[in-house]
T-cell receptor, first 114, second 115 residues
C-alpha cells in the first residue's frame, strides 16, 4: 500500500530562518515519482518539483532544496532564508508505476513571520 | 495555475440539494483529474477522465457522485443529495497526456459548503 506521511502539521519560523519540511513515504514499487506542491492562502496548488525513484541526486532551485534518500524513504524539502511569501501549506505526494493517481500527505502549514 | 478554470469557486447547498462543479482544463489538455480535500486533510484522488471516457473512478464514493468529461465543454463533477460530510474543497487538475510521473496543473478549487 502506498502512503505519504508529513509528521509536521504546522511550523512557524521567523523570516530568514531556514526550515525543513519532512516527508516519509511507503511504497512496494521500485518505480515511482515523488512530488512537492505548494498551496498558498489563495488556494491553488503550485507544482514545485518531481523526482523519480532512480534519481537520488539532491536538487537545488534558488532558496529551495530537496533531499531524496531511498534508504530512509524520505524526500525532505528545505527552504533557506525563508520569506513571508513562503507561508503556505506544502504537500508531498507519491505516484506509483502505472498509476495516474497522486497520493498526498496531509500537508505541513508553514508560517513565516516578519 | 490560472490555466485550469474551476467554477464556481464557492458553492453553498442545503442538505438534499445537488451540487455541480465545473472544470475547464488547460488548452490542449485532454486528461482531467478530480481530487477532494477535506478539512485538515491532504487531497484524495476521486476520478480520472479523458474526453468522453472515465478511466479510473476508484476514488469516487459509490453513491451520489458522478463525473463526466464530454467531447465539448467542461468536465463536471456532480454530487446528488448532498450531505454535510460532502463539505470540502474539490480540485480539478489537467495534463496533456497520461500523468504518471508528469506534472499535473491544478485549478484553484471549488469550495462546497453544505448547510
Amino acid at each position: 500500500a502506498q502512503k505519504v506521511t508529513q509528521a509536521q502539521t504546522e511550523i512557524s519560523v521567523v523570516e530568514k530562518e531556514d526550515v525543513t519540511l519532512d516527508c516519509v513515504y511507503e511504497t512496494r514499487d521500485t518505480t515511482y515519482y515523488l512530488f512537492w506542491y505548494k498551496q498558498p492562502p489563495s488556494g491553488e496548488l503550485v507544482f514545485l518539483i518531481r523526482r523519480n525513484s532512480f534519481d537520488e541526486q539532491n536538487e537545488i532551485s534558488g532558496r529551495y532544496s530537496w533531499n531524496f534518500q531511498k534508504s530512509t524513504s524520505s524526500f525532505n524539502f528545505t527552504i533557506t532564508a525563508s520569506q513571508v511569501v513562503d507561508s503556505a501549506v506544502y504537500f508531498c505526494a507519491l505516484s506509483e508505476s502505472g498509476s495516474e493517481k497522486l497520493v498526498f500527505g496531509k500537508g505541513t502549514k508553514l508560517t513565516v513571520n516578519p | 495555475n490560472a490555466g485550469v478554470m474551476q467554477n464556481p469557486r464557492h458553492l453553498v447547498r442545503r442538505r438534499g440539494q445537488e451540487a455541480r462543479l465545473r472544470c475547464s482544463p488547460m488548452k490542449g489538455h485532454s486528461h482531467v483529474y478530480w481530487y477532494r480535500q477535506l478539512p485538515e486533510e491532504g487531497l484524495k484522488f476521486m476520478v480520472y477522465l479523458q474526453k468522453e471516457n472515465i478511466i479510473d473512478e476508484s476514488g469516487m464514493p459509490k453513491e451520489r457522485f458522478s463525473a463526466e468529461f464530454p467531447k465539448e465543454g467542461p468536465s463536471i463533477l456532480r454530487i446528488q443529495q448532498v450531505v454535510r460530510g460532502d463539505s470540502a474543497a474539490y480540485f480539478c487538475a489537467s495534463s496533456p497526456q497520461a500523468s504518471f510521473g508528469g506534472e499535473l496543473f491544478f485549478g484553484e478549487g471549488s469550495r462546497l459548503t453544505v448547510l
